[in-house]
């Protein structure tokens, strides 16, 4: 089925590019980890484990109840086993690496397109900056919390917590509650 937005040209620089990407080291390293998660039941119920807990730990929150003590204390060893895990650890890393990536390269295409000219590296990088510090959802709302799938307004300790569903998340900015994540997307503040 074809995509009638793309004409014949547009259609084959995208499939270029997108074989382009499948073909990056970074890109390639990044799946092996992914898999090498998948293929390890230990780490995958570890994983699973410390996300159904900090969902219900969420969700507990959201009904108005707090955790207790013993539920944080609770929560953190588990995030601290997933963290210490070296096949969840590569599995997180790589995601992270993934969506920044992905997010780095929706940032041209849309500056390209919208604007009808190649933006610079520092023009991207300037775009990515602001909607990181208009919105601390990132590149998920596009820096307009009006437009997050979810909650964007929660905070702990007096920061402000990503919770529109996981996207655009850069250095030291990750997605509290697991809350509209797909593969890839979880939990990692701890801050329930």
Same mark, same amino acid.
């Given at each position: 089925?074809?995509? =009638?937005?793309?004409?014949?040209?547009?259609?084959?620089?995208?499939?270029?590019?997108?074989?382009?990407?499948?073909?990056?080291?970074?890109?390639?390293?990044?799946?092996?980890?992914?898999?090498?998660?998948? $293929?390890?039941?230990?780490? =995958?119920?570890?994983?699973?484990?410390?996300?159904?807990?900090? &969902?219900?730990?969420?969700?507990? $929150?959201?009904?108005?109840?707090?955790?207790?003590? &013993?539920?944080?204390?609770?929560?953190?060893?588990?995030? $601290?086993?997933?963290?210490?895990?070296?096949?969840?650890?590569?599995?997180?890393?790589?995601?992270?690496?993934?969506?920044?990536?992905?997010? =780095?390269?929706?940032?041209?295409?849309?500056?390209?397109?919208?604007?009808?000219?190649?933006?610079?590296?520092?023009?991207?990088?300037?775009?990515? $900056?602001?909607?990181?510090?208009?919105?601390?959802?990132?590149?998920?709302?596009?820096?307009?919390?009006?437009?997050?799938?979810?909650?964007?307004?929660?905070?702990?300790?007096? &920061?402000?917590?990503?919770?529109?569903?996981?996207?655009?998340?850069?250095?030291?900015?990750?997605?509290?509650?697991?809350?509209?994540?797909?593969?890839?997307? &979880?939990?990692?503040?701890?801050?329930?």
């Amino acid at each position: 089925m074809s995509n =009638t937005s793309l004409t014949p040209e547009l259609a084959k620089l995208t499939s270029e590019l997108a074989h382009g990407f499948t073909q990056c080291q970074k890109v390639v390293s990044a799946h092996a980890r992914i898999r090498l998660f998948f $293929q390890s039941p230990d780490a =995958t119920a570890l994983y699973r484990k410390a996300e159904d807990f900090g &969902e219900e730990l969420r969700n507990k $929150q959201m009904a108005g109840m707090a955790p207790s003590d &013993e539920e944080i204390a609770k929560f953190n060893e588990l995030r $601290q086993s997933v963290v210490d895990n070296d096949v969840c650890r590569g599995y997180l890393e790589a995601r992270m690496e993934l969506d920044e990536l992905l997010s =780095t390269v929706n940032q041209y295409l849309c500056m390209a397109i919208n604007n009808g000219t190649v933006p610079t590296d520092e023009e991207v990088a300037e775009t990515l $900056q602001q909607q990181m510090s208009s919105c601390s959802c990132g590149g998920g709302c596009s820096g307009n919390c009006d437009d997050c799938d979810s909650d964007c307004d929660h905070k702990h300790d007096g &920061e402000h917590e990503c919770c529109c569903g996981g996207h655009g998340h850069e250095d030291g900015h990750e997605c509290c509650g697991g809350h509209g994540h797909g593969e890839g997307h &979880e939990c990692r503040c701890g801050k329930h």
